[in-house]
């Protein structure tokens, strides 16, 4: 074939990705606002404790919530294939026990909330006055959690049937709710903290009303009644239980390198505890950006193994991993440019602008490292190779661990921050070697669902 007419074909492709990854980039970006408000509404209520309890129990609620991110991941994988291959019950199917297990795990952490807050945010750290804070923030949040988890389920099934607009709605229409209702809760009726948490509460719950809608009135149309033995067939479990397993186990690693950066800054200080977590809201926006294209890689990998399509798949990784490489280019500049002037916005408070202005540059440098690792996460999970993917993130946190030990002795925060980015670097280099295995076992894996 002459390149030009592989032209309109390649022309083809990056529209295709871009009419999937831009709705979800900006749905993404809306997920970060939950925690953008919080932090900007604590910035502001008097002292850094009051910001660094706020700070304390989101990183709680990054593991308790994110911890099950599985429930996304996995259902995105699911259903992607299942789509790709038009099966329609087996989404059906995938879907409901992915409900079901949602709920369940939120009714679990519910039982045992008072224990689970108490000893996490101790292992964490920080000085007594935000502990206490934190404790008041994770209390008023955490009943909404089993709607929470239902949450991240609605979302799997919305990016894995490629419902890119109606996922970028669902996330819009979550966070009004939630600036309503901090807007209502703290400065209304003067709650403090607890409102902060609670407005967060009422937007996952009104979000899950909203989604629980969206899969009704996108349900299979045509199918018989769905069979308890369907929701409980043992090969379909005992594969949902192996991919949620090494997602789960993935996930911990991820948010273990977290936790342990929190807590070597929470050692530093409030100031540092406080200058981080404004920072890390640069690399969490950054990173729900660049998901956005993770993401899309998810759906059109697990739609092209489900129809056995090799060139599709490597369509998908090639384009997507195009423009998010262009995304990172745009997050470093941006954080470079207006890094001071968004830090001055998320706080008012002198030692905390100081403390964070002095480690922007590192913050501004993530996306470039970080880009590789996240859109290679998003193939991984598109063709549900799942153990590859918990395995090299346990070698990556390996390296993050040995990496904190040699470099915060002698460099403090700079070298957190550098341990930090060479987590970031491993991901990448430890999933890279590893992708042709997906492009050469497509044409089983594809068999395997049919």
């Known amino acids: 074939m002459s390149g030009a007419e592989a032209l309109p074909d390649q022309r083809g492709w990056h529209r295709r990705v871009l009419t999937l990854a831009f709705p979800i980039v900006l749905a993404n970006l809306t997920q970060p606002i939950l925690g953008a408000v919080d932090t900007a509404v604590a910035g502001h209520l008097g002292s850094a404790a009051d910001l660094g309890g706020v700070a304390l129990g989101g990183l709680f609620f990054n593991f308790v919530f994110w911890g099950f991110g599985f429930l996304r991941m996995g259902t995105t994988g699911l259903v992607a294939q299942a789509y790709g291959a038009g099966d329609l019950p087996a989404l059906r199917a995938n879907v409901v026990r992915a409900l079901l297990l949602a709920l369940a795990i939120g009714a679990a952490i519910l039982l045992i909330q008072s224990p689970l807050i108490r000893y996490t945010l101790a292992a964490i750290g920080g000085s ?90 996108l349900r299979p149309r045509g199918l018989a009644p769905l069979a308890l ?69 998810e759906a059109l990998v697990g739609a092209a193994i489900g129809a056995g399509n ?15 490489t262009l995304g990172a280019f745009g997050f470093s500049l941006i954080y470079w440019t207006c890094g001071p002037w968004i830090i001055a916005q998320l706080t008012n408070q002198p030692a905390v602008r100081a403390a964070a202005q002095a480690f922007l540059p590192w913050a501004a440098l993530s996306p470039l490292i970080s880009v590789w690792g ?57 999933l890279s070697p590893l992708l042709p295995r997906i492009s050469g076992a497509i044409g089983s894996m594809s068999a395997q669902l049919r």
């Not at 009104?206 to 009135?217: N, T």
């Not at 043992?234 to 977290?258: E, H, M, Q, Y």
């Not at 060139?311 to 384009?319: G, L, S």
Request: proline share 1%; hydrophobic share 60%.
């Open 310 to 324: 090799r060139n599709a798949f490597r369509q998908a990784v090639k384009i997507n991993l195009f423009w998010a």
């Open 128 to 217: 007594v006055e935000v502990q206490r804070n934190a404790g008041v923030y994770c209390l008023a949040r955490i009943g909404s959690a089993p709607f929470a988890l239902a949450n991240y389920v609605v979302l799997g099934f919305l990016l894995g049937t490629q419902r890119v607009r109606i996922a970028l709605l669902s996330q819009i229409f979550i966070n009004l709710a939630n600036v309503v209702a901090v807007l209502a809760y703290v400065y209304g009726l003067r709650w403090g903290i607890a409102g902060i948490g609670a407005a967060t509460a009422t937007a996952d719950t009104l979000g899950f009303v909203f989604g629980a809608c969206v899969l009704w009135r």
């Open 229 to 297: 033995q369907a929701v409980l067939e043992p090969a379909a479990l005992k594969r949902l239980v192996a991919i949620n397993r090494d997602i789960f186990l993935r996930t911990l690693c991820l948010l273990g390198s977290f936790g342990w950066f929190a807590h070597l800054g929470a050692k530093q200080g409030d100031a540092i505890l406080a200058a981080n977590a404004l920072l890390l809201n640069f690399q969490t926006f950054m990173a729900y950006g660049l998901d956005g294209f993770a993401h899309a890689a």
């Open 374 to 430: 996240f859109l290679l996460d998003g193939v991984f999970i598109g063709a549900t190779r799942t153990r590859e993917l918990m395995q090299a993130m346990a070698v990556s946190l390996a390296v993050f661990l040995c990496a904190s030990w040699a470099l915060v002795g002698p460099l403090g925060n700079h070298g957190l921050w550098i341990a930090l980015l060479v987590f970031m670097a491993a991901r990448g280099l430890t």
